[in-house]
């Protein structure tokens, strides 16, 4: 059996995608990064092998994607991330028109129609519109776990209206409120609304269209908060995939695969 490999190296976390000669998942892995993007990335790659018990030699060919792709050394190619994204996430729901997907240290909107990416925007200079914002606050002024923030938040009637553009003076506003006694799921549901807005102002200054469907990826599509605040504001639906930090690491296999077997009809 053959085997084909797409490894995401993120700024927050490192996935792998092993496909089988069929196309199918075989296995994946998901892994929080240390300091060392070079070994975490060796050891998402490793991860996933072992689910399957498989060795080095059983993978036909490796293409990698993201933030750390040039870290590694064991990838036969890497790949840009809009476009890994792209062809992940259309694998998973073909009508997807709207990728909104947001990581730990960037953001990106990426419109797509039939043939692929049309335009796409991204944020990965300012921490206020990705992931580091609700894990900045969370774990430092609310002292709570970011995976708990959603469900938090969806208690609320009554989010604050944050102002601030940037995460250190955002901690001051909340600061404020919390003196004042605000409700803690009143500022977490403000937050995500503040994340959101930012966001979605990035993909309409970029003249993003927002069609359907839209698919909201990265890690931070696990938060039910910023589900919420997303569809509110744009008054649509959104669709998370069951596993939305994988969509990149899936393209990426999926190219792993296509390139392997192009290489093998050019006789090379
Ligand atoms: P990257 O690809 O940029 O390395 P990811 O797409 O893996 O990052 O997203 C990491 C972000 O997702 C972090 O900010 C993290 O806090 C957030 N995240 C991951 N899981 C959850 C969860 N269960 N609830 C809320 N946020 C989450």
């Known amino acids: 059996m053959t085997y084909y490999v797409g490894i995401d190296v993120g700024s927050t976390t490192s996935k792998a995608v092993v496909l089988s000669d069929d196309g199918g998942v075989a296995a994946y892995s998901i892994l929080r990064n240390s300091y060392n993007l ?48 792209a062809r992940g996430t259309t694998k998973l729901i073909p009508t997807c028109r709207t990728i909104i997907d947001i990581g730990g240290q960037d953001s990106k909107v990426i419109e797509l129609d039939e043939k692929g990416v049309r335009k796409f925007q991204m944020n990965d200079k300012c921490a206020a519109g990705t992931g580091r914002y609700l894990d900045k606050l969370a774990k430092g002024i609310l002292e709570i776990e970011v995976e708990q923030l959603g469900e938090l938040s969806l208690k609320s009637s009554s989010p604050i209206s944050i102002s601030s553009q940037c995460t250190v003076f955002a901690e001051s506003e909340i600061i404020t409120y919390l003196s004042r006694s605000e409700p803690v799921e009143n500022i977490a549901s403000g937050m995500h609304y503040s994340l959101a807005r930012r966001v979605i102002q990035m993909g309409k200054a970029a003249n993003i269209r927002f069609e359907k469907d839209i698919v909201f990826s990265g890690g931070v599509a696990r938060n039910t908060g910023m589900v919420k605040a997303i569809e509110d504001l744009l008054g649509e639906q959104v669709i998370v995939p069951e596993e939305p930090q994988l969509t990149a690491a899936l393209g990426v296999a999926l190219m792993a695969m296509e390139r392997c077997r192009n290489r093998q009809q050019a006789g090379g």
Do not use: W
Request: net charge negative; aromatic share 8%.
């Open 38 to 85: 070079a070994e975490s990335g060796r050891k998402a790659f490793q991860m996933a092998l072992d689910k399957k018990g498989l060795s080095d030699s059983d993978i036909a060919y490796i293409v990698a994607t993201g933030y750390g792709r040039r870290t590694i050394d064991f990838q036969n190619e890497v790949e840009p991330e809009v476009i890994c994204h």
